[in-house]
């Protein structure tokens, strides 16, 4: 049984994964208040499914890119779980996430999510050997700066405002992935977790750290 919790950004997401079905999956947008609504709905999921913390055999967190103060909360969480029940931790960089749930295609994928101050963090993935792999470490470009970038035909994937969502239609050669299939489900973290557990490719709790791209790029939280 394992537990899987997105905070990247103001999407959260909990997932529940036995490693042949999805137990549970819920999602929110959080209006900022991470801190006080994350520990009470894995209660309320783990409640649901009637699995205890005991049954757990694994915890699977998401890395970002997001945001500085929500990525800090969710790896807080997890962390505590893992070191208070001696549970494994995998982590996932968010955009892997997004990447994963979209199917095969031949075109550049482009898997995007907010990172502040009207700037997108990026990442460039190509679909081989059965999976998307990303081409390249996360970039944070402006909109101007990622149309840029758009030199073939590409799919878009992520989160994008109705704004962005306009400009980027009207570019040639662009194809955005709908709204709904562009959601982080937390489902596609467990399945990725799992993947890596089942390897016996986890990470060491204490240094396991998000990835902070405004640190080196002067991104905002």
Known sequence: MLLAVDTSTQWLGIAIYDGHMVMA????LSQGHHTIELAPAIEWVLARTQVSIKQLKALGVALGPGSFTSLRIGLAVVKGLALAEKLPVIGIPTL???AYGQPPDE???????QAGRGRLAV????????RWWAENHPRVLTMDGLIETLHEPVIICGELTAQERQRLARQSGVALVSPAHSMRHPAFLAELAWQRWKKGEVDDVNS???LYLHQAEGIPS
């Open 25 to 28: 999956e819920h999602a929110w």
């Open 96 to 98: 892997d996430i997004l």
């Open 107 to 113: 075109r550049r994928l482009v898997a995007v999510l």
């Open 123 to 130: 990442g460039d993935y190509r679909y081989r050997e059965g």
């Open 208 to 210: 396991l750290a998000p």
